[in-house]
T-cell receptor, first 114, second 113 residues
Framework: EAQVTQNPRYLITVTGKKLTVTCSQN?????MSWYRQDPGLGLRQIYY???????DKGDVPEGYKVSRKEKRNFPLILESPSPNQTSLYFC?????????????FGPGTRLLVL | AQSVTQPDIHITVSEGASLELRCNYS??????LFWYVQSPGQGLQLLLK??????LVQGIKGFEAEFKRSQSSFNLRKPSVHWSDAAEYFC???????????FGQGTTLQVKP
């Protein structure tokens, strides 16, 4: 089954304690992204990657890091989480072919930073 | 700057009534446009998308959307709403060949019995 998986699904942590949210896709997609969703703001892109070792900042990259060492994985790293990073996070992967794109979203990771 | 505006934060319709959710975008070139739905506690599901060609696009669950370049709009419609359509709906514009999507703020749909 084609899917994007995220782990963990729920996480409670404390300010300053480094954490990683993993994202994996089994569709061999080139493009992957991370978004955060906050009430009244919709989804905002944090980082995206167009291929292995190719990443770029989205609209709200501050406080986050990413890496893309393998095509299937795109972890999101919070080196020193702060309460304003409490949010719902979505990973997505997409495949472009002749101008047509299909984007798949993961189930989301709900993060609470105390 | 690229942006998406969904003017209605919250809409309530009666079951069986027609629905139109508004979406306006700002984009420098011909946009790729999407509508997603998010049910409570769920991820995002793609309803439909527009890339080019016919400006009226059909999606899943009986939804359709019409791209109007002159109005910079991509409104979502459904002729008869079902209670299971209650969810949050997001319009998004895509930048070509980047995997980057810009989302609107979302519209929450409530369906009255």
């Amino acid at each position: 089954e084609a899917q994007v998986t995220q782990n963990p699904r729920y996480l409670i942590t404390v300010t300053g304690k480094k954490l990683t949210v993993t994202c994996s896709q089994n569709m061999n997609h080139e493009y992957m992204s991370w978004y955060r969703q906050d009430p009244g703001l919709g989804l905002r892109q944090i980082y995206y990657s167009m291929n292995v070792e190719v990443t770029d900042k989205g609209d709200v990259p501050e406080g986050y890091k990413v890496s893309r060492k393998e095509k299937r994985n795109f972890p999101l790293i919070l080196e020193s989480p702060s309460p304003n990073q409490t949010s719902l996070y979505f990973c997505a992967s997409s495949y472009w072919d002749r101008g047509k794109e299909t984007q798949y979203f993961g189930p989301g990771t709900r993060l609470l930073v105390l | 700057a690229q942006s998406v505006t969904q003017p209605d934060i919250h809409i309530t319709v009666s079951e069986g009534a027609s629905l139109e959710l508004r979406c306006n975008y700002s984009y420098g070139a011909t946009p790729y446009l999407f509508w997603y739905v998010q049910s409570p506690g769920q991820g995002l599901q793609l309803l439909l998308k527009y890339f080019s060609g016919d400006t009226l696009v059909q999606g899943i669950k009986g939804f359709e959307a019409e791209f109007k370049r002159s109005q910079s709009s991509f409104n979502l419609r459904k002729p008869s709403v079902h209670w299971s359509d209650a969810a949050e709906y997001f319009c998004a514009v895509g930048a070509r060949n980047t995997g980057k999507l810009i989302f609107g703020q979302g519209t929450t749909l409530q369906v009255k019995p």
